[in-house]
Protein backbone atom coordinates (compact mmCIF):
# COMPACT_ATOMS: atom_id res chain seq x y z
CA UNK A 1 0.00 0.00 0.00
CA UNK A 2 2.53 2.24 0.74
CA UNK A 3 3.18 3.23 -2.90
CA UNK A 4 -0.12 4.74 -3.09
CA UNK A 5 0.74 6.93 -0.53
CA UNK A 6 0.74 10.62 -0.87
CA UNK A 7 3.51 11.14 1.73
CA UNK A 8 3.30 14.61 1.22
CA UNK A 9 0.26 14.76 4.03
CA UNK A 10 1.64 12.03 6.16
CA UNK A 11 1.37 13.08 9.82
CA UNK A 12 4.09 12.68 12.24
CA UNK A 13 2.11 10.00 14.72
CA UNK A 14 2.87 12.77 17.32
CA UNK A 15 1.21 16.37 18.04
CA UNK A 16 0.62 18.64 15.37
CA UNK A 17 3.75 19.80 13.54
CA UNK A 18 1.95 22.54 11.10
CA UNK A 19 4.60 21.48 8.93
CA UNK A 20 2.11 21.11 6.21
CA UNK A 21 3.72 20.26 2.85
CA UNK A 22 7.55 20.86 4.16
CA UNK A 23 7.87 24.50 2.85
CA UNK A 24 5.74 27.75 4.14
CA UNK A 25 5.12 28.82 0.78
CA UNK A 26 1.29 29.55 1.18
CA UNK A 27 0.53 32.89 0.49
CA UNK A 28 -2.17 35.30 2.29
CA UNK A 29 -5.34 36.98 0.57
CA UNK A 30 -4.30 39.91 3.13
CA UNK A 31 -2.68 42.14 0.70
CA UNK A 32 -5.96 42.65 -1.09
CA UNK A 33 -7.62 45.51 -0.73
CA UNK A 34 -11.16 45.36 0.74
CA UNK A 35 -13.98 45.22 -1.40
CA UNK A 36 -17.05 47.43 -0.69
CA UNK A 37 -18.69 46.42 -4.18
CA UNK A 38 -18.54 42.98 -4.60
CA UNK A 39 -20.15 42.01 -1.49
CA UNK A 40 -17.04 39.93 -0.50
CA UNK A 41 -15.75 40.62 2.48
CA UNK A 42 -12.01 39.55 2.72
CA UNK A 43 -11.86 37.96 6.35
CA UNK A 44 -8.46 38.41 6.14
CA UNK A 45 -7.94 41.98 6.52
CA UNK A 46 -10.82 42.08 9.09
CA UNK A 47 -9.72 39.26 11.40
CA UNK A 48 -5.73 39.54 10.55
CA UNK A 49 -4.44 40.95 14.00
CA UNK A 50 -1.09 41.47 11.87
CA UNK A 51 -1.32 44.53 10.97
CA UNK A 52 1.74 44.52 8.66
CA UNK A 53 0.08 42.90 5.59
CA UNK A 54 2.46 41.22 4.14
CA UNK A 55 3.06 37.66 3.35
CA UNK A 56 1.67 34.95 5.17
CA UNK A 57 0.59 34.02 8.66
CA UNK A 58 1.90 30.73 7.66
CA UNK A 59 5.68 31.80 8.10
CA UNK A 60 4.65 33.06 11.49
CA UNK A 61 3.68 30.03 13.23
CA UNK A 62 0.50 30.89 14.46
CA UNK A 63 -1.80 28.55 16.63
CA UNK A 64 -4.31 28.48 14.30
CA UNK A 65 -2.72 27.90 10.80
CA UNK A 66 -0.82 25.39 12.64
CA UNK A 67 -3.96 23.82 13.43
CA UNK A 68 -6.09 24.27 10.57
CA UNK A 69 -3.20 22.54 8.65
CA UNK A 70 -2.66 19.80 11.71
CA UNK A 71 -6.31 19.08 11.06
CA UNK A 72 -6.45 19.15 7.36
CA UNK A 73 -3.40 16.91 7.31
CA UNK A 74 -4.70 14.44 9.94
CA UNK A 75 -8.49 14.28 8.44
CA UNK A 76 -6.14 13.76 4.64
CA UNK A 77 -4.20 10.67 6.04
CA UNK A 78 -7.68 8.94 7.16
CA UNK A 79 -9.58 9.84 4.00
CA UNK A 80 -6.76 8.65 2.02
CA UNK A 81 -6.54 5.12 3.73
CA UNK A 82 -10.44 5.24 4.03
CA UNK A 83 -10.14 4.98 0.03
CA UNK A 84 -7.52 2.15 0.22
CA UNK A 85 -9.10 -0.16 2.63
CA UNK A 86 -12.38 0.12 1.05
CA UNK A 87 -10.59 -1.83 -1.35
CA UNK A 88 -8.30 -3.73 0.94
CA UNK A 89 -10.48 -4.21 3.95
CA UNK A 90 -8.37 -7.64 5.42
CA UNK A 91 -5.39 -4.99 5.96
CA UNK A 92 -5.37 -4.43 9.96
CA UNK A 93 -2.17 -2.68 9.87
CA UNK A 94 -4.22 -0.19 7.71
CA UNK A 95 -7.49 -0.07 10.13
CA UNK A 96 -5.17 0.91 13.01
CA UNK A 97 -3.30 2.95 10.55
CA UNK A 98 -6.63 5.06 10.11
CA UNK A 99 -7.74 4.90 13.52
CA UNK A 100 -4.40 6.60 14.53
CA UNK A 101 -5.03 9.33 11.96
CA UNK A 102 -8.79 10.01 13.25
CA UNK A 103 -7.91 10.07 16.97
CA UNK A 104 -5.53 13.16 15.87
CA UNK A 105 -7.88 14.91 13.30
CA UNK A 106 -10.48 14.56 16.13
CA UNK A 107 -7.97 15.92 18.82
CA UNK A 108 -6.57 18.48 16.72
CA UNK A 109 -10.45 19.81 16.01
CA UNK A 110 -10.96 19.52 19.43
CA UNK A 111 -8.38 22.16 20.44
CA UNK A 112 -8.75 24.07 17.00
CA UNK A 113 -12.62 24.88 18.21
CA UNK A 114 -12.08 25.51 21.79
CA UNK A 115 -9.64 28.54 20.36
CA UNK A 116 -11.53 29.60 17.34
CA UNK A 117 -14.80 28.29 15.57
CA UNK A 118 -17.04 25.38 15.18
CA UNK A 119 -16.00 23.29 12.08
CA UNK A 120 -19.34 21.43 11.80
CA UNK A 121 -22.66 23.14 13.06
CA UNK A 122 -23.28 20.40 15.81
CA UNK A 123 -20.28 21.48 17.51
CA UNK A 124 -22.06 25.66 17.19
CA UNK A 125 -23.87 27.31 19.71
CA UNK A 126 -22.33 25.55 22.84
CA UNK A 127 -21.25 29.27 24.07
CA UNK A 128 -25.00 30.39 23.99
CA UNK A 129 -24.43 32.22 21.23
CA UNK A 130 -24.96 31.13 17.28
CA UNK A 131 -21.30 30.88 16.81
CA UNK A 132 -21.66 29.07 13.21
CA UNK A 133 -21.97 32.09 11.44
CA UNK A 134 -18.21 32.69 12.98
CA UNK A 135 -14.97 31.66 10.49
CA UNK A 136 -14.37 31.78 7.09
CA UNK A 137 -16.21 29.66 4.65
CA UNK A 138 -14.45 28.92 1.48
CA UNK A 139 -13.49 30.54 -0.51
CA UNK A 140 -12.25 32.77 2.29
CA UNK A 141 -10.79 29.90 4.48
CA UNK A 142 -7.58 29.84 3.94
CA UNK A 143 -5.51 29.12 7.05
CA UNK A 144 -2.51 31.61 5.98
CA UNK A 145 -4.72 34.58 6.64
CA UNK A 146 -5.74 33.83 10.10
CA UNK A 147 -4.09 35.11 13.24
CA UNK B 1 -26.01 11.94 4.62
CA UNK B 2 -23.81 14.74 4.30
CA UNK B 3 -21.89 17.32 7.14
CA UNK B 4 -20.51 20.34 5.60
CA UNK B 5 -17.14 21.06 7.79
CA UNK B 6 -16.18 24.91 7.55
CA UNK B 7 -12.84 24.37 5.69
CA UNK B 8 -11.18 23.24 2.29
CA UNK B 9 -9.72 19.60 2.02
CA UNK B 10 -6.52 21.97 1.76
CA UNK B 11 -5.44 25.12 1.65
CA UNK B 12 -6.37 27.25 -1.06
CA UNK B 13 -4.20 30.81 -0.84
CA UNK B 14 -4.40 32.69 -4.07
CA UNK B 15 -2.32 35.66 -3.80
CA UNK B 16 -2.71 37.21 -7.41
CA UNK B 17 -5.82 38.36 -9.44
CA UNK B 18 -6.21 36.55 -13.08
CA UNK B 19 -9.84 36.11 -14.56
CA UNK B 20 -8.12 34.44 -17.18
CA UNK B 21 -6.74 31.69 -15.75
CA UNK B 22 -10.15 31.41 -14.04
CA UNK B 23 -11.90 30.78 -16.81
CA UNK B 24 -9.39 28.16 -17.94
CA UNK B 25 -9.65 26.49 -13.95
CA UNK B 26 -13.72 26.70 -14.50
CA UNK B 27 -14.06 23.75 -16.54
CA UNK B 28 -12.85 21.15 -13.50
CA UNK B 29 -15.93 23.14 -11.88
CA UNK B 30 -18.51 22.74 -14.28
CA UNK B 31 -16.37 21.05 -17.44
CA UNK B 32 -16.95 17.68 -18.95
CA UNK B 33 -14.00 16.40 -17.12
CA UNK B 34 -14.63 18.07 -14.05
CA UNK B 35 -15.62 17.69 -10.59
CA UNK B 36 -19.46 18.55 -10.68
CA UNK B 37 -19.36 15.30 -13.29
CA UNK B 38 -17.11 13.22 -10.84
CA UNK B 39 -19.07 13.70 -7.76
CA UNK B 40 -23.04 12.72 -9.53
CA UNK B 41 -21.66 10.22 -11.42
CA UNK B 42 -19.94 7.99 -8.90
CA UNK B 43 -22.38 9.52 -5.90
CA UNK B 44 -25.40 8.09 -8.40
CA UNK B 45 -23.97 5.19 -10.16
CA UNK B 46 -23.28 4.15 -6.36
CA UNK B 47 -26.78 2.96 -5.81
CA UNK B 48 -26.66 0.21 -7.86
CA UNK B 49 -23.58 -1.43 -7.03
CA UNK B 50 -23.50 -4.89 -6.62
CA UNK B 51 -22.14 -5.17 -2.92
CA UNK B 52 -20.83 -2.86 -0.32
CA UNK B 53 -17.60 -2.67 -1.16
CA UNK B 54 -18.33 -0.86 -4.26
CA UNK B 55 -21.02 1.13 -2.29
CA UNK B 56 -18.65 1.99 -0.28
CA UNK B 57 -15.97 3.19 -2.77
CA UNK B 58 -18.05 5.43 -4.71
CA UNK B 59 -19.52 6.85 -1.86
CA UNK B 60 -16.09 7.80 -0.15
CA UNK B 61 -14.51 8.92 -3.53
CA UNK B 62 -18.11 10.49 -4.66
CA UNK B 63 -17.97 12.67 -1.45
CA UNK B 64 -13.92 13.79 -2.01
CA UNK B 65 -14.86 14.72 -5.73
CA UNK B 66 -17.71 17.30 -3.63
CA UNK B 67 -14.64 18.26 -1.87
CA UNK B 68 -12.82 19.01 -4.72
CA UNK B 69 -15.45 20.99 -6.54
CA UNK B 70 -15.04 23.30 -3.30
CA UNK B 71 -11.70 23.58 -3.41
CA UNK B 72 -11.85 24.17 -7.62
CA UNK B 73 -14.73 26.64 -7.42
CA UNK B 74 -12.62 28.50 -4.09
CA UNK B 75 -9.68 28.95 -6.69
CA UNK B 76 -11.97 30.59 -9.19
CA UNK B 77 -13.35 33.00 -6.48
CA UNK B 78 -9.94 34.02 -5.46
CA UNK B 79 -8.63 34.87 -8.89
CA UNK B 80 -11.40 37.14 -9.52
CA UNK B 81 -12.30 38.30 -6.14
CA UNK B 82 -13.40 42.04 -6.43
CA UNK B 83 -12.07 41.91 -10.23
CA UNK B 84 -14.20 44.14 -11.92
CA UNK B 85 -16.01 44.29 -15.81
CA UNK B 86 -12.65 46.18 -17.13
CA UNK B 87 -10.54 43.34 -15.84
CA UNK B 88 -12.29 40.49 -17.10
CA UNK B 89 -12.75 42.41 -20.25
CA UNK B 90 -8.77 42.73 -20.49
CA UNK B 91 -8.49 38.85 -19.81
CA UNK B 92 -10.43 38.38 -22.26
CA UNK B 93 -13.42 37.00 -20.03
CA UNK B 94 -16.01 39.33 -20.98
CA UNK B 95 -18.10 36.68 -21.95
CA UNK B 96 -18.49 35.23 -18.86
CA UNK B 97 -18.70 38.60 -17.08
CA UNK B 98 -21.84 39.88 -18.74
CA UNK B 99 -23.29 36.76 -17.77
CA UNK B 100 -22.31 35.66 -14.27
CA UNK B 101 -19.97 38.81 -12.99
CA UNK B 102 -18.21 37.58 -10.14
CA UNK B 103 -20.33 34.59 -9.35
CA UNK B 104 -18.82 31.08 -9.94
CA UNK B 105 -20.82 29.31 -12.25
CA UNK B 106 -20.51 25.59 -13.49
CA UNK B 107 -19.55 25.70 -16.98
CA UNK B 108 -16.97 24.25 -19.01
CA UNK B 109 -13.48 27.08 -20.04
CA UNK B 110 -15.70 27.19 -23.57
CA UNK B 111 -18.53 28.33 -21.72
CA UNK B 112 -21.16 25.33 -22.18
CA UNK B 113 -23.31 24.62 -19.28
CA UNK B 114 -22.65 21.75 -16.98
CA UNK B 115 -24.79 18.92 -18.18
CA UNK B 116 -25.38 15.81 -16.84
CA UNK B 117 -25.24 14.38 -20.31
CA UNK B 118 -21.46 13.96 -19.57
CA UNK B 119 -22.10 11.23 -17.08
CA UNK B 120 -23.64 8.04 -17.14
CA UNK B 121 -25.34 5.41 -14.72
CA UNK B 122 -25.95 1.69 -15.94
CA UNK B 123 -26.43 -0.45 -13.16
CA UNK B 124 -23.79 -2.41 -14.57
CA UNK B 125 -20.79 -2.47 -12.48
CA UNK B 126 -18.29 -3.29 -15.05
CA UNK B 127 -19.44 -0.55 -17.53
CA UNK B 128 -20.12 1.73 -14.99
CA UNK B 129 -16.31 0.96 -13.27
CA UNK B 130 -14.89 1.19 -17.08
CA UNK B 131 -16.19 4.81 -17.51
CA UNK B 132 -14.93 6.06 -13.75
CA UNK B 133 -11.49 4.59 -14.78
CA UNK B 134 -11.47 6.52 -17.97
CA UNK B 135 -13.11 9.82 -16.12
CA UNK B 136 -10.06 9.70 -13.75
CA UNK B 137 -7.48 9.91 -16.31
CA UNK B 138 -9.68 12.41 -18.21
CA UNK B 139 -9.81 14.64 -15.15
CA UNK B 140 -5.83 14.17 -14.68
CA UNK B 141 -4.87 14.80 -18.83
CA UNK B 142 -7.32 18.09 -17.47
CA UNK B 143 -5.12 19.16 -14.73
CA UNK B 144 -2.22 18.43 -16.70
CA UNK B 145 -3.03 21.02 -19.21
CA UNK B 146 -4.48 23.22 -16.80
CA UNK B 147 -0.68 22.67 -15.50
CA UNK B 148 0.84 23.58 -19.25
CA UNK B 149 -1.67 26.98 -19.27
CA UNK B 150 -0.18 28.55 -15.40
CA UNK B 151 2.71 29.64 -13.93
CA UNK B 152 0.54 30.88 -10.64
CA UNK B 153 2.93 28.83 -8.21
CA UNK B 154 -0.25 29.06 -5.74
CA UNK B 155 -2.31 27.90 -8.05
CA UNK B 156 -0.36 24.93 -9.10
CA UNK B 157 0.14 23.83 -5.69
CA UNK B 158 -3.51 23.31 -5.33
CA UNK B 159 -3.77 21.79 -9.11
CA UNK B 160 -1.48 19.35 -8.36
CA UNK B 161 -2.41 17.93 -5.33
CA UNK B 162 -6.18 17.76 -7.35
CA UNK B 163 -4.25 15.84 -9.83
CA UNK B 164 -2.67 13.28 -7.82
CA UNK B 165 -5.90 12.46 -6.22
CA UNK B 166 -6.96 11.62 -9.85
CA UNK B 167 -3.95 9.10 -9.75
CA UNK B 168 -5.45 7.79 -6.36
CA UNK B 169 -8.90 7.14 -7.45
CA UNK B 170 -7.91 5.50 -10.85
CA UNK B 171 -6.01 3.02 -8.46
CA UNK B 172 -8.84 2.43 -6.14
CA UNK B 173 -10.87 1.63 -9.10
CA UNK B 174 -8.86 -0.16 -11.11
CA UNK B 175 -8.66 -2.35 -7.71
CA UNK B 176 -12.45 -3.06 -7.53
CA UNK B 177 -12.93 -3.92 -11.16
CA UNK B 178 -10.59 -6.08 -10.99
CA UNK B 179 -12.51 -7.69 -7.56
CA UNK B 180 -15.51 -7.81 -9.45
CA UNK B 181 -14.06 -9.85 -12.15
CA UNK B 182 -12.97 -12.60 -9.87
CA UNK B 183 -16.16 -12.84 -8.73
CA UNK B 184 -17.41 -13.09 -11.92
CA UNK B 185 -14.76 -15.94 -12.77
CA UNK B 186 -15.66 -17.64 -9.15
CA UNK B 187 -19.08 -17.84 -10.44
CA UNK B 188 -18.41 -18.95 -13.72
CA UNK B 189 -16.06 -22.33 -12.14
FE1 LIG C 1 -11.22 11.78 -8.87
Redesign the interface.
Known amino acids: MENNMNRRYVVSGQNYSGNFNGNNNMRSNSNQQSCPNCGNQNSSSNNNSHNDNQGCACDNNSSFSDLMHAIMEADFYAQDLKLYLDTHPDDTRAVEMFREAVRQYKATRKVFEENFYPLTSDEAGKNGTWDWIEGNFPPDSCPCSQR | MF ?13 NKNPRLAGIILSQYGGPDGELSASLRYLSQRFTMPDN ?1 GK ?2 LT ?2 GT ?1 ELAHL ?1 IV ?3 V ?2 LT ?2 E ?1 AKSFDKYGTGAYYVDHA ?1 AVYPASAAGVPFTAAYIQSKADPIADIAEDLAAEQKARATYDNILRMSDD ?2 VN ?1 VIKFLR ?1 REV ?2 F ?2 FG ?2 LD ?1 YQSQIKDCQK
Request: aromatic share 4%; charged share 35%.
Open positions: VFEKRTQIPVCIKRALDIEEGSIAQDCGNPDEEVHQRELY
